[in-house]
């Protein structure tokens, strides 16, 4: 099986790289810029970006050898532009595990795909489709989570900083003298802090 990554990201390519080489069905894997001709593959990784052109005609390739990295603020672009891409996208920054796990499923269709002659889909891929739209739901709850701390981390420690610094200022008497009670007073909302 022959991989395509389109990508201006080299983090990217090396990111898979390694992934894919622990694969054993892959043969080749090749890395273009967006602005690069895209030669023949049998799976095409892109790594969505606004005003990226997708074609889904590469070489007579089938919709489901397309899977799609995009951040999330680039999601609502990426399903207006291709539509058919959906079930098909991994949200980034990516994580190795997920990768490797979109890639096993993405390898086991190329399989049944070349096994298999005009077949229908069964209930399984059905389910599989329903199991991945969920992840991307997921990585998007997680996202949302962990930018969600993020926030509240940097909204708690910045008060609490300048706090603290107040606090060393008026223990160390920089601002003028302080009786016994307020030193320790001072000390409390210091070690509170």
């Known amino acids: 099986m022959k991989v395509t990554l389109i990508s201006d990201d080299p983090e ?65 672009l990426l399903r207006v532009h291709c539509p058919a891409a959906e079930g098909r996208i991994l949200l980034k920054p990516v994580v190795r595990a997920t990768v490797e796990a979109f890639l096993e499923q ?9 096994s298999e002659t005009d077949a229908a889909p069964s209930d ?28 509240a981390l940097h909204d708690f420690a910045a008060p609490l900083t300048t706090l603290n610094g107040y606090c060393g200022l008026l223990a160390e008497e920089q601002l003028g003298e302080l009786s016994g009670e307020q030193k320790e007073v001072v000390g409390r909302m210091q070690s509170g802090a």
């Open 12 to 76: 990217l390519y090396n990111l898979l790289r390694p992934i894919l080489a622990g694969l054993s069905t892959i043969s080749t894997m090749a890395a273009v810029t967006s602005s690069e001709p895209v030669p023949e593959a049998d799976l095409y990784l892109w790594d969505f970006e606004p005003g990226m052109i997708i074609r889904w005609d590469f070489h007579g390739a089938a919709q489901q050898g397309h899977l799609f990295l995009v951040h999330r603020e680039n999601l609502d």
């Open 106 to 114: 993405a390898l086991k269709r190329y399989q049944r795909r070349s």
């Open 124 to 151: 399984c891929d059905e389910m599989l489709q329903s199991l991945i739209q969920a992840n991307l739901r997921l990585q998007e709850y997680d996202q949302d989570r962990t930018n969600f701390l993020a926030r």
